[in-house]
């Protein structure tokens, strides 16, 4: 028995030294972040980690860059309760420090102790890292404060770069009167869409040099799509005038800025819910698709009185349909291209405008789009 025990012993203090020398078990991997940030197309600096193959932020820089955005949060932390607390749609109160570097303090993180509460409920979920000591700051994990303080986070793998896009605040999304950015911007532009789409490059090969060629056009071959069905569309894509799907056109081209116009075909059998749904879907995929592309939405043009089809698709329809995407645009940080007003007399398209049907556009009609579209310029491009 006795030589049993001796064993026991001499067997346990062997793990003990093997343990002692052995690397902790489940320490991170952390560093420097070396991938740059952009928040809402613009290229910012503050400090970031990588701990574990994801990029972990200072929620108070996060907090400073949205305070402008629909998606901007307050912080505040409760000592008695050893509280990181965090309420959304609040404005945030700077405590100074906010978007500083300093020195590499990778060997000072550790998973925070603090708890996390977002909107009054406690959050276990989360990935928080303390780092710099007793008086240093809690960093997390992009992606999941995004996903819980309602912003969207996507990385650009050819550039390296985290892109966050916030909603706007209700009432700014649309895009105001800015100086003629003229052809040069014109020419960064791609414009998908229907029918009203697919007149830009028809006209254009038709002698209205004002307007975009068809190579900035994507449309399938017969020229129209509908919202509804838009999964089932396929782009006639420029350049190898192969048909293929929407996400697939923009993870091969990578527009700078897309203009979307859609919703027109189908109107009536899509409610509020099913519209907003299909441009959320889209938008999602090409986002995936092409990170750093610019999408705007832009507005339904109106009908002329000689549209025949008022049954089933009329004015105060598109009227509506021209708010749920607006509204849409907010919620995805989508700017709103209200292109509509360049066309529209007391509601409607006025007849010279159309070209024979009531709902297909003329060549002068694209021209005064065009005009729009560079005078609702998006600005701060790099």
Same mark, same amino acid.
């Given at each position: 028995m006795g030589k049993l025990m001796k064993k026991a012993a001499a067997l346990l203090a062997a793990v003990l030294l093997l343990?002692?020398?052995?690397?902790?078990?489940?320490?991170?991997?952390?560093?420097?972040?070396?991938?740059?940030?952009?928040v809402n197309g613009k290229t910012v600096r503050c400090s970031a980690y990588n701990i574990d193959g994801?990029?972990?932020?200072?929620?108070?820089?996060?907090a400073m860059l949205l305070t402008d955005t629909g998606s901007r949060f307050s912080v505040d932390y409760d000592e008695s309760r050893q509280a990181v607390t965090m309420v959304t749609g609040e404005a945030y109160t700077p405590v100074g420090g906010e978007l500083e570097t300093g020195e590499d303090l990778s060997a000072t993180a550790q998973p925070t102790?603090?708890?996390?509460?977002?909107?009054?409920?406690e959050r276990s979920d989360l990935s928080v890292y303390n780092i710099g000591g007793e008086k240093g700051s809690n960093y997390f994990k992009l992606r999941d404060l995004g996903e819980a303080l309602g912003f969207y986070v996507y990385y650009d793998e050819e550039s390296r770069t985290m892109l966050v *896009? @916030?909603?706007?605040?209700?009432?700014?999304?649309?895009? %105001?009167? &800015? +100086?003629?950015?003229?052809?040069?911007?014109?020419?960064r532009i791609t414009f998908l869409g229907e029918c009203t789409t697919y007149g830009i490059g028809y006209y254009?090969?038709?002698?209205?040099?004002?307007?975009?060629?068809?190579?900035?056009?994507?449309?399938?071959?017969n020229g129209t799509m509908t919202l509804a069905y838009y999964e089932s569309a396929r782009i006639l894509f420029p350049g190898t005038k192969e048909e293929i799907p929407i996400a697939e056109c923009a993870r091969r081209a990578?527009?700078?800025?897309?203009?979307?116009?859609?919703?027109?075909?189908?109107?009536?059998?899509?409610?509020?819910?099913?519209?907003?749904?299909?441009? *959320? @879907?889209?938008?999602?995929?090409?986002?995936?698709?092409? %990170?750093? &592309? +610019?999408?705007?939405?832009?507005?339904?043009?109106?009908?002329?009185?000689?549209?025949?089809?008022?049954?089933?698709?009329?004015?105060?329809?598109?009227?509506?349909?021209?708010?749920?995407?607006?509204?849409?645009?907010?919620?995805?940080?989508?700017?709103?291209?209200?292109?509509r007003e360049s066309l529209e007399a007391d509601g409607r398209l006025p007849e010279k405008y159309q070209n024979g049907d009531g709902l297909h556009l003329a060549g002068e009609a694209y021209s005064q789009i065009i005009a729009y579209v560079r005078t609702h310029a998006l600005t701060g491009l790099g």
């Open positions: 343990t002692l020398f052995a690397p902790m078990a489940g320490a991170a991997d952390v560093c420097l972040s070396t991938q740059a940030l952009k994801s990029n972990y932020f200072k929620l108070r820089d996060l102790r603090q708890r996390i509460f977002i909107d009054g409920l *896009r @916030s909603r706007f605040a209700p009432g700014t999304a649309r895009l %105001p009167l &800015t +100086e003629d950015a003229g052809r040069e911007y014109l020419d254009y090969r038709h002698g209205y040099n004002d307007l975009c060629p068809p190579a900035q056009i994507w449309t399938p071959a990578k527009p700078e800025i897309l203009i979307i116009t859609l919703g027109v075909n189908g109107l009536g059998y899509l409610d509020e819910e099913g519209f907003k749904a299909k441009f *959320r @879907s889209l938008v999602g995929e090409i986002r995936d698709a092409s %990170p750093a &592309t +610019e999408i705007i939405l832009n507005a339904i043009y109106p009908l002329a009185d000689s549209w025949e089809g008022k049954s089933y698709l009329n004015n105060a329809m598109i009227d509506d349909a021209n708010i749920w995407m607006e509204a849409v645009a907010e919620e995805l940080g989508c700017p709103f291209l209200f292109c």
